[in-house]
Nanobody, 123 residues
Framework: QVQLVESGGGLVQAGGSLRLSCAAS????????MGWFRQAPGKEREFVAA????????YYTDSVKGRFTISRDNAKNTVYLQMNSLKPEDTAVYYC????????????????WGQGTQVTVSS
């Protein structure tokens, strides 16, 4: 079992930046892939980005490519999401998730979730 705690959300103007952090505990952090998902009001939760156990491979949904960067520090048991050039459509609750696998295969492999952190981008 892994416990995940997100932080770093907030209110930012369009074009601004935020850095989300997710601290993990309960399992060996370097043994599993990590991901970020988001859920906007009235919409289903969607995949944003993921990173394999070593940090050597990353994945992004098309709408955030070139603007968001996922990274991890296995020594600190933390995964990050650097979000630049934010847009109002990025407004959502952002969730950190842990996979049961070391590598990213499908989004269905992410079974452990944090409580979420709100990101609001004003126009």
């Amino acid at each position: 079992q892994v416990q995940l705690v997100e932080s770093g959300g907030g209110l930012v103007q369009a074009g601004g930046s935020l850095r989300l952090s997710c601290a993990a505990s309960g399992r060996t952090f370097s043994s599993y892939a990590m991901g970020w998902f988001r859920q906007a009001p009235g919409k289903e939760r969607e995949f944003v980005a993921a990173i394999n156990w070593s940090g050597g491979t990353t994945y992004y949904t098309d709408s955030v490519k070139g603007r968001f960067t996922i990274s991890r520090d296995n020594a600190k048991n933390t995964v990050y999401l650097q979000m630049n050039s934010l847009k109002p459509e990025d407004t959502a609750v952002y969730y950190c998730a842990a996979s049961g696998l070391r590598v990213v295969v499908t989004t269905a492999d992410f079974g452990s979730w944090g409580q979420g952190t709100q990101v609001t981008v004003s126009s």
